[in-house]
């Protein structure tokens, strides 16, 4: 069965830097458009950034220039790199595949 498995997440003062991973298993993740989304409390989930199989990134506007999401194959594996955090950033992240979700990964940005 299809895992994506996300580490990363913590608690981090404004300013500061995070990195968030997700792993798959039990699907051809090379081939697969990767996507991280983001909630926060009491608001619709929302798409952070993507990353095609051939490379194509696009990012909300939100996290441009701050963010940064890539991916390697040979590992099966996708990132977001969150450098200046802003506490709005808070939220839980879930990177996102076909139509598999990850567990989600709890961000807080503390001002």
């Known amino acids: 069965q299809v895992q994506l498995v996300e580490s990363g997440g913590g608690l981090v003062q404004a300013g500061g830097s995070l990195r968030l991973s997700c792993t798959a298993s039990?699907?051809?993740?090379?081939?697969?458009?990767l996507a991280w989304y983001r909630q926060a409390p009491g608001k619709q989930r929302e798409l952070v950034a993507t990353?095609?199989?051939?490379?194509?990134?696009n990012y909300a506007d939100s996290v441009k220039g701050r963010f940064t999401i890539s991916r390697d194959n040979a590992k099966n594996t996708g990132f977001l790199q969150m450098n200046s955090l802003k506490p709005e950033d808070t939220a839980v992240y879930y990177c996102?595949?076909?139509?598999?979700w990850g567990q989600g990964t709890q961000v807080t940005v503390s001002s």
């Open positions: 996102y595949l076909v139509r598999y």
């Open positions: 039990g699907i051809i993740f090379s081939t697969k458009t």
């Open positions: 990353i095609t199989s051939a490379g194509f990134i």
